[in-house]
Protein backbone atom coordinates (compact mmCIF):
# COMPACT_ATOMS: atom_id res chain seq x y z
CA UNK A 1 0.00 0.00 0.00
CA UNK A 2 2.72 2.30 0.64
CA UNK A 3 4.14 1.90 -2.78
CA UNK A 4 0.33 2.39 -4.32
CA UNK A 5 0.41 5.93 -2.56
CA UNK A 6 3.91 6.69 -3.36
CA UNK A 7 3.00 6.71 -7.14
CA UNK A 8 -0.87 7.91 -6.38
CA UNK A 9 -0.48 10.77 -3.97
CA UNK A 10 2.35 12.91 -5.25
CA UNK A 11 6.25 13.36 -6.58
CA UNK A 12 7.31 9.42 -6.74
CA UNK A 13 10.66 8.31 -7.45
CA UNK A 14 10.39 6.34 -10.23
CA UNK A 15 12.46 4.46 -12.70
CA UNK A 16 11.14 2.66 -16.27
CA UNK A 17 12.99 1.21 -19.42
CA UNK A 18 10.73 2.24 -23.03
CA UNK A 19 10.14 -0.79 -24.90
CA UNK A 20 8.22 0.19 -27.65
CA UNK A 21 7.13 2.93 -29.50
CA UNK A 22 5.08 5.72 -28.09
CA UNK A 23 5.92 4.67 -24.03
CA UNK A 24 8.41 7.03 -22.45
CA UNK A 25 9.52 6.30 -18.91
CA UNK A 26 10.06 7.66 -16.46
CA UNK A 27 6.69 9.59 -15.68
CA UNK A 28 5.51 11.39 -12.45
CA UNK A 29 2.56 12.50 -10.87
CA UNK A 30 3.82 16.03 -9.77
CA UNK A 31 2.24 18.84 -12.05
CA UNK A 32 0.19 16.68 -14.08
CA UNK A 33 -3.55 18.18 -14.48
CA UNK A 34 -5.10 14.86 -14.02
CA UNK A 35 -8.40 14.07 -15.20
CA UNK A 36 -8.62 10.63 -13.79
CA UNK A 37 -7.04 7.65 -12.14
CA UNK A 38 -7.55 4.09 -11.44
CA UNK A 39 -5.82 0.73 -10.42
CA UNK A 40 -6.05 -2.75 -10.44
CA UNK A 41 -4.59 -5.88 -8.18
CA UNK A 42 -3.74 -8.80 -10.30
CA UNK A 43 -4.21 -12.04 -8.48
CA UNK A 44 -3.71 -13.50 -11.59
CA UNK A 45 -1.65 -14.33 -14.82
CA UNK A 46 -3.40 -11.18 -16.67
CA UNK A 47 -5.70 -8.65 -15.54
CA UNK A 48 -7.65 -5.74 -17.22
CA UNK A 49 -8.03 -2.04 -16.47
CA UNK A 50 -10.93 -0.37 -18.24
CA UNK A 51 -9.65 3.60 -19.05
CA UNK A 52 -13.44 4.65 -20.63
CA UNK A 53 -13.95 8.06 -21.84
CA UNK A 54 -10.64 9.35 -22.25
CA UNK A 55 -10.30 12.85 -23.52
CA UNK A 56 -7.29 12.06 -25.51
CA UNK A 57 -3.35 13.27 -24.58
CA UNK A 58 -1.23 11.43 -22.77
CA UNK A 59 -1.85 8.36 -20.07
CA UNK A 60 0.74 7.60 -17.75
CA UNK A 61 0.83 3.85 -16.93
CA UNK A 62 2.33 2.40 -13.20
CA UNK A 63 3.08 -0.95 -12.53
CA UNK A 64 4.62 -2.85 -9.15
CA UNK A 65 5.18 -6.29 -7.76
CA UNK A 66 6.49 -8.29 -5.38
CA UNK A 67 7.43 -11.26 -7.61
CA UNK A 68 10.22 -12.16 -10.17
CA UNK A 69 10.81 -12.28 -13.91
CA UNK A 70 9.18 -10.46 -16.94
CA UNK A 71 5.36 -8.88 -17.09
CA UNK A 72 4.37 -6.94 -20.09
CA UNK A 73 1.63 -4.25 -20.31
CA UNK A 74 -0.16 -3.17 -23.15
CA UNK A 75 -2.62 -0.38 -23.85
CA UNK A 76 -5.26 -0.93 -26.52
CA UNK A 77 -8.14 1.06 -27.87
CA UNK A 78 -12.00 -0.39 -28.06
CA UNK A 79 -11.24 -2.51 -31.54
CA UNK A 80 -8.11 -3.89 -30.26
CA UNK A 81 -5.23 -1.66 -31.91
CA UNK A 82 -2.22 -1.50 -30.13
CA UNK A 83 -0.36 2.19 -29.12
CA UNK A 84 1.86 1.48 -26.40
CA UNK A 85 3.50 -2.02 -25.09
CA UNK A 86 6.26 -2.18 -22.32
CA UNK A 87 7.92 -5.47 -21.13
CA UNK A 88 9.38 -5.07 -17.73
CA UNK A 89 11.16 -7.24 -14.55
CA UNK A 90 9.01 -7.40 -11.86
CA UNK A 91 11.73 -7.40 -9.39
CA UNK A 92 12.29 -3.75 -10.12
CA UNK A 93 10.74 -0.88 -8.02
CA UNK A 94 7.58 0.49 -8.88
CA UNK A 95 8.06 1.73 -12.67
CA UNK A 96 5.70 4.81 -15.01
CA UNK A 97 5.53 5.34 -18.27
CA UNK A 98 3.85 7.78 -20.28
CA UNK A 99 1.91 6.97 -23.46
CA UNK A 100 1.27 9.91 -24.99
CA UNK A 101 0.13 11.36 -28.66
CA UNK A 102 -3.33 9.07 -28.03
CA UNK A 103 -7.28 10.24 -29.34
CA UNK A 104 -9.76 10.37 -27.12
CA UNK A 105 -12.01 7.42 -26.79
CA UNK A 106 -12.37 4.11 -24.77
CA UNK A 107 -9.12 2.16 -24.39
CA UNK A 108 -8.06 -0.85 -21.96
CA UNK A 109 -4.75 -1.38 -20.06
CA UNK A 110 -3.65 -5.13 -20.14
CA UNK A 111 -0.90 -6.59 -17.50
CA UNK A 112 0.16 -10.34 -18.01
CA UNK A 113 2.95 -11.64 -16.16
CA UNK A 114 4.97 -14.91 -17.09
CA UNK A 115 3.45 -18.02 -16.04
CA UNK A 116 5.89 -20.10 -13.41
CA UNK A 117 6.99 -17.19 -11.59
CA UNK A 118 6.73 -16.32 -7.90
CA UNK A 119 4.57 -13.25 -7.44
CA UNK A 120 2.69 -12.47 -4.53
CA UNK A 121 0.63 -9.28 -5.57
CA UNK A 122 1.07 -6.85 -8.51
CA UNK A 123 -0.92 -4.21 -9.44
CA UNK A 124 -1.02 -1.94 -12.80
CA UNK A 125 -2.65 2.27 -12.62
CA UNK A 126 -3.17 4.53 -15.39
CA UNK A 127 -3.63 8.50 -14.51
CA UNK A 128 -4.71 10.60 -17.45
Known sequence: MKRLLSLFGGAAAVAGLMLAQGATAPASATGMGLQGSDKRDCPTITCTLPIPDFGGGTISVDA???????????????????FCKTEFRLEDPPQSWNCSGLAGGNYR????????????????GARW
Open 64 to 82: DSDGRGRATWVLLNKWGDQ
Open 109 to 124: LTLVRNTGVDTHWAWI
